[in-house]
């Protein structure tokens, strides 16, 4: 048998990694299921967004009107619908996303284009630690099987792109300890 790579750890663990090895496991490595075993359908759908949003395209309005840069206060439709941009530092303006070129495009840091629909690459370019989360399934939601097909929604559909802090929150309580958690009286 050999020795368990968790050393410290009590007695179920080292059960574990006995019985584990003992049958040729290695409880810390991570390995690939025989063919015969593997997971049936595991595909991921990425749930569309620009579908949802009310005034997409953009160039509906935008195909009218002269490409601005420059930061300002925007005072006529952006405002009434709430985009106000409060995202990132002070020098962030609209075409730092959307593309000047095509408005109905987002452009990423390295210059391409991606459709509203793959809004979890340009929020990625700068939030890497979030992307590489939501690409695990971690942060953001994913609905559907283990072993299964799946869902998974664009950072868009429950962040607004514009401002996009949620309040803080206080943490929960710790859950109760099972069976007293060994407390004295």
């Known amino acids: 048998m050999t020795e368990c790579a968790h050393r410290g750890l009590r007695a ?13 496991g290695d409880p810390v490595e991570r390995r690939q299921p025989a063919p015969d075993q593997a997971p049936t359908s595991s595909t991921l ?13 953009c160039s509906q309005c935008h ?8 930061r300002r206060q925007l005072t006529v ?7 106000e941009l409060d995202h990132g530092d002070r020098s962030l303006w609209c ?16 210059g391409s284009l991606v459709s509203f629909d793959e809004a979890n690459l340009l929020c ?14 971690i942060h953001g939601m994913t609905q559907g099987y283990w072993r ?3 869902r998974r929604k664009l950072c868009t559909h429950c962040h607004n792109p514009h401002n996009p802090w949620f309040p803080t929150l206080a ?15």
Do not use: M
Request: hydrophobic letters at 35%; aromatic letters at 6%.
């Open 12 to 24: 179920p663990w080292a059960l574990l990694c006995g019985l584990l090895a003992a049958c040729g």
């Open 45 to 57: 759908t990425i749930e569309p967004r620009a579908q949802l949003i009310p005034t997409y395209p």
């Open 63 to 70: 195909s009218k009107l002269t490409p601005n840069p420059a």
């Open 77 to 83: 439709f952006h405002v009434v619908r709430n985009a």
């Open 95 to 110: 075409y730092q996303c959307h593309s000047i070129k095509n408005i109905d495009k987002l452009v990423i840091a390295n």
């Open 124 to 137: 990625a370019s700068c939030h890497g630690d979030k992307g590489r989360d939501w690409r695990a399934g």
């Open 148 to 150: 299964g097909p799946k």
């Open 171 to 185: 943490p929960e309580p710790p859950p109760a300890p099972a069976h007293g958690g060994g407390e004295t009286e």
